[in-house]
């Protein structure tokens, strides 16, 4: 999270998104070098920040062209400890990680272009995980960042938070990277952790000022969606910090503010009459489990019903995933019919890199006594999945099958 709020204090003050961003590699090359030798600085971040617009300096100063900047840029600079100055001032560096957010969006970028180098600057995201969150191969992901960075270079884009009439040309974007970073922080695609709370955290802030920036229906959709999500937090990892799923929380330690937060989002959503959009329903839906007492007593058709309303506006096969737990809960034949809806995803060859159609066929399948096929979708989802808390969960679940 840092590493955004550094390049995007060095793009304010250099007027060169591509730039900051090599400045602020060079400053921690620089860093890797220095601390191991003085130690870690009191001010890291502000350490950085100075040694990035000192490289800044020197870069100007080979630009005979860009004297004015330079004088700028070097005023201030005689002592050799940071001092208290405006680049290290924490309001203005929240407004440069909001406005790095919409530079990567401009719409001289395509949206997948801009979206895949806001995850990756902004979020801090590898290109391995911005892969899985658009389930393509990651030499097309590490493709889009370099042309990005190339076409905001050559169009002169400046670095600024854009006017209100120009925001609503790249608001979906903004929101959807917004909510690809909080779905990283929820479920951690990789690594020893489950939930990345500093990153959903973060989503949550950038969507909080986003409401008073663009206070818009979709946005409020969005920060419900995260409220609601993030009062389970509390619940969804045990003692040791390994995952529990849903039907085994303690909902007493769900954070009932979040969700007072969270349906007072959703209902500012729903004030504006023009029918919820795809972050609206999927609060929707995250707002009947916050309300329910336990999983028997969920509202389990209407989440079937929201998420065929959300599969028809935003089709998607995380989204038919999720229906087919959904119909596996809320019918009678529940199993069945959700083997039914996994088996036209699997026809269509979505997700077959991830652990996600396995895991939850394993699951269907053992709640039918198919143990067999159940012990093998199960080892088969352990072998893709590349979170360690997640791929334990499944090897617990499979070891439980080998003692039924």
């Not at 800044?56 to 001092?83: N, Q, V």
């Not at 609503?168 to 690594?191: D, H, K, M």
């Not at 969804?236 to 529990?244: C, K, S, Y």
């Not at 998607?316 to 959904?326: D, G, K």
Request: net charge neutral; glycine share 8%.
């Amino acid at each position: 999270m840092e590493s955004a709020r550094i390049v995007g204090a060095l793009a304010r003050y250099t007027g060169d998104f591509p730039l900051a961003e090599d400045l602020a590699q060079e400053a921690l090359a620089e860093a890797l070098v220095s601390w191991s030798v003085d130690g870690v600085p009191a001010q890291p971040a502000g350490w950085l920040l100075t040694v990035g617009r000192r490289r800044a300096i020197d870069t100007f100063r080979r630009r005979a062209a860009r004297d004015e900047r330079y004088a700028l840029l070097a005023r201030g600079l005689d002592g050799e400890t940071p001092g208290p100055d405006a680049l290290f001032d924490p309001e203005a560096v929240d407004d440069d990680i909001l406005a790095l957010m919409f530079v990567s969006c401009h719409p001289v970028l395509a949206r997948e272009a801009g979206i895949a180098l806001t995850l990756r600057v902004v979020g801090g995201l590898s290109t391995a995980e911005i892969a899985k969150a658009f389930l393509v191969p990651q030499p097309t992901i590490q493709a889009r960042i370099t042309r990005a960075k190339k076409a905001l270079a050559a169009a002169n884009v400046p670095f600024a938070v854009p006017p209100p009439e120009e925001r609503a040309a790249r608001l979906g974007s903004v929101l959807q990277v917004v909510y690809l970073i909080f779905t990283e922080g929820s479920y951690a695609s990789g690594g020893p952790e489950w939930i990345r709370t500093s990153l959903a955290s973060e989503a949550r802030r950038l969507a909080r000022v986003l409401v008073r920036l663009v206070p818009q229906p979709e946005v409020f959709g969005l920060l419900a969606l995260m409220e609601l999500t993030t009062a389970r937090f509390p619940a969804r990892l045990d003692a040791a910090g390994r995952p529990v799923l849903l039907e085994d929380q303690d909902r007493r330690l769900w954070d009932q503010s979040a969700i007072r937060r969270g349906r007072a989002a959703l209902a500012q959503d729903v004030a504006a009459g023009r029918g919820l959009g795809v972050y609206g329903l999927q609060a929707s839906i995250a707002e009947c489990h916050a309300v329910a007492r336990s999983v028997k007593e969920t509202d389990w058709p209407r989440i079937v019903a929201l998420y065929g309303a959300l599969g028809k506006l935003a089709p998607s096969p995380v989204i038919e995933l999720n229906r087919a737990v959904a119909v596996a809960v809320a019918m009678a034949s529940g199993p069945e019919a959700g083997l039914g809806v996994l088996d036209a995803i699997d026809a269509r060859g979505w997700l077959a890199e991830t652990h996600l159609l396995p895991s939850i066929r394993g699951e269907l399948l053992l709640r039918l006594g198919r143990i067999g096929e159940a012990r093998a979708e199960l080892s088969r989802a352990i072998g893709l999945c590349g979170n360690d808390a997640e791929r334990a969960v499944l090897q617990d679940k499979l070891d439980g099958v080998g003692r039924v």
